[in-house]
């Protein structure tokens, strides 16, 4: 056992925590988070911050988080991509907020296939975390569009590189699909076998219109538009007010008037950016 492996075992043993974590770290991280991803942690993150982390410290060997610090500070791009990824959080299902998708299927789609003559279709999940989301609005676009004749795709990014690689192969456990009904799970799903046995896989035919992809929201978009729709959903709470207006005024100018903007349950453009109308339970449309 090492030095720094004792050290922190008898820490442990002792009632303390396993690594130091001062102030000056904590304001350091927050900081390095608000700069390269636009997420502001109010000090009740404190101890998400040390838990998600002390992972990292552990595989590195380390027994301080000043040493952390002094990594990153070094410029170390693994070890800051490995850092982001570590702090962003992934909490997602399928079919999430429900109403979303029916909407889509009900309301949105059915009013693209009447007024869209070039049958071309553009869509962005930004936020995809581990492809729950993307392959929610896929399954739609599929069971709702014609077969044949549709320029179907669909964007997928998300911050964390570690899970757009999981959504990308599409492989899940079994419990993560059970609120999925019987006739989907065998239209758009495989089932495991040998040493698979519970786990499921997307079919090819379901990811085929998806392309995956890791981006910063706060960097440059290699998107051009129009898009058609934009679901970004449980993100922008991690945002300041200033950053979420630029955020929104950044897909506004994806979207042509018309277009729609899906937002999570506890996210809101009120006072934040007024180039949307709110036509339902977070839906909104574009008006300039």
């Known amino acids: ?42 000090d009740a993150k404190r101890n998400l911050v040390y838990s998600r982390l002390s992972r990292r410290l552990r595989q590195l060997g ?19 991509v490995n850092f982001i990824n570590a702090i962003t959080t992934n909490l997602t299902s399928f079919f999430r907020e429900n109403h979303h998708f029916e909407y889509l299927r009900d309301t949105l789609l059915p009013e693209l296939m009447q007024r869209k003559a070039d049958r071309r279709l553009r869509c962005w999940s930004a936020g995809c975390s581990t492809g729950e989301e993307p392959y929610s609005i896929a399954m739609v676009l599929r069971e709702t569009l014609p077969e044949q004749g549709w320029d179907t795709r669909l964007l997928a990014t998300d911050l964390d590189s570690d899970v ?29 076998k040998g040493d698979n046995e519970g786990m499921v896989q997307v079919r090819p035919s379901l990811r085929e219109p998806i392309v995956f992809r890791q981006l910063n929201l706060m960097q440059e978009w290699p998107i051009s538009g129009p898009l058609d729709f934009i679901f970004c959903r449980n993100v922008v709470i991690y945002f300041d007010k200033p950053t979420q207006k ?43």
């Open 1 to 42: 056992m090492s030095q720094a492996s004792a050290a922190r075992k008898e820490r442990v043993s002792s009632g303390e925590r396993e690594f130091i974590f001062t102030d000056a770290d904590f304001e350091f991280i927050r900081r390095l988070v608000a700069e390269k991803t636009g997420i502001v942690l109010n």
């Open 62 to 80: 380390l027994e301080h988080f000043a040493d952390y610090c002094a990594l990153l500070k070094a410029g170390d791009d693994g070890e800051l």
């Open 246 to 288: 630029v955020l929104f005024d950044r897909y506004a100018e994806l979207l042509p008037v018309g277009g729609h903007l899906f937002i999570g349950h506890s996210e809101s453009l009120f006072k934040v950016s007024d180039r949307f109308e709110l036509i339902g339970k977070t839906i909104y449309r574009k008006v300039y």
């Open 164 to 192: 757009v690689a999981k959504a990308q192969r599409g492989v899940y456990a079994q419990e993560r699909v059970n609120g999925i009904s019987p006739e989907r799970l065998r239209r758009w799903f495989l089932r495991g």
